[in-house]
């Protein structure tokens, strides 16, 4: 089945205690991203990636990082994470068909 | 930068009835797609309607229609003889075209509700 895997599914961490969400997609997509979810806010994108080892910044990169070894891979980091990052997080993946991108289940994290 | 904007937070409509989401969107592109997504409360993202911005003609799927304006650069979401199972947040996304390397721009998002 063609699907974006997040994981973990929820997670509660905190302040300052390093962490990885990670993200996999199996449908050989060149594009992710990253996006975290916020009441009122909608979806806000953090982190871009168009191939292996090309990522770029979105709109609200600040204390996160990502990687992109694999194709199949974009993991999100957070160093040291804060109360202001709890959100819903979502990775997406699309291929240049123009046909939209493809969400992974969704990661909701709580910094205390 | 492009902007997309749901100016309705918050809709509630009978089953049954015919409801009409809104979105506009500014870009300076020429050449770009624009997506209707769906959020049911298991947070799943589930693409509803996709729209070439070089088509005139409007999209459908099923119940699901959207009126797009390209001068007005605006979006609309018709849902028809809606159902219980349409309940959910709307976002309206725009990507450029390529594959939307640079990911999805979304508005704040509609949250629909059908009342049985």
């Known amino acids: 089945e063609a699907q974006v895997t997040q994981n973990p599914r929820y997670l509660i961490t905190v302040t300052g205690k390093k962490l990885t969400v990670t993200c996999s997609q199996n449908?050989?997509?060149?594009?992710m991203s990253w996006y975290r979810q916020d009441p009122g806010l909608g979806l806000r994108q953090i982190y871009y990636?168009?191939?292996?080892?090309?990522?770029d910044k979105g709109d609200v990169p600040e204390g996160y990082k990502v990687s992109r070894k694999e194709k199949r891979n974009f993991p999100l980091i957070l160093e040291s994470p804060s109360p202001n990052q709890t959100s819903l997080y979502f990775c997406?993946?699309?291929?240049?068909?123009?046909?939209?991108?493809?969400f992974g289940s969704g990661t909701r994290l709580t910094v205390v | 930068a492009q902007t997309v904007t749901q100016s309705q937070p918050e809709m509630s409509v009978q089953e049954a009835e015919t409801v009409t989401l809104s979105c506009t969107y500014d870009?300076?592109?020429?050449?770009?797609?624009l997506f209707w997504y769906k959020q049911p409360p298991s947070r799943q993202m589930i693409l509803v309607i996709r729209q070439e911005a070089y088509k005139q003609q409007n999209a459908t799927e099923n119940r699901f229609s959207v009126n797009f304006q390209k001068a007005a650069k605006s979006f609309s979401l018709k849902i028809s003889d809606s159902q219980l199972g349409d309940t959910a947040m709307y976002f309206c996304?725009?990507?450029?075209?390529?594959?939307?390397?640079?990911?999805?721009?979304f508005g704040k998002g509609t949250h629909l509700i059908i009342q049985p």
């Open positions: 990636s168009m191939n292996v080892e090309v990522t």
């Open positions: 997406a993946s699309s291929s240049t068909g123009n046909y939209g991108y493809t």
């Open positions: 996304a725009l990507m450029y075209s390529g594959g939307g390397a640079d990911g999805l721009t």
């Open positions: 449908m050989n997509h060149e594009y």
């Open positions: 870009t300076s592109e020429s050449n770009y797609y």
